[in-house]
């Protein structure tokens, strides 16, 4: 089992910069992926960022691409989102993924990641 912890949502004006965070533990040697998906009211559950800890490769939604970048420490235990130039439209709740994710079309697919943080708010407003 692994476990997940997610911080640094909060309330941020449109333009302004936020940090995530998210906290690792329990059997990490069983995962090669971590990533970040959202989910807005009203609306399905959508990929942010992935991170492949094989080679280090990165896969970013488009909507995010040039704003967001996803990182991990050298002991593989957090990754962080850290999301510059926000918009209203990426107020959502974040969630923190991780899981055994071979396939480069996968990484952006819930179905390749077993585990789940709680989830953090972060709120952009106009």
């Known amino acids: 089992q692994v476990q997940l912890v997610e911080s640094g949502g909060g309330l941020v004006q449109a333009g302004g910069s936020l940090r995530l965070s998210c906290a690792a533990s329990?059997?990490?040697?069983?995962?090669?992926?971590m990533g970040w998906f959202r989910q807005a009211p009203g609306k399905e559950r959508e990929f942010v960022a992935a991170l492949n800890w094989s080679g280090g490769s990165t896969y970013y939604a488009d909507s995010v691409k040039g704003r967001f970048t996803i990182s991990r420490d050298n002991a593989k235990t957090t990754q962080y989102l850290q999301m510059n130039s926000l918009k209203p439209e990426d107020t959502a709740v974040y969630y923190c993924?991780?899981?055994?994710?071979?396939?480069?079309?996968?990484?952006?697919?819930?179905?390749?990641?077993?585990?789940w943080g709680q989830g953090t708010q972060v709120t952009v407003s106009s």
């Open positions: 993924v991780a899981g055994r994710v071979f396939a480069a079309q996968d990484m952006g697919r819930t179905r390749g990641y077993d585990y």
């Open positions: 329990g059997s990490i040697f069983s995962i090669n992926a």
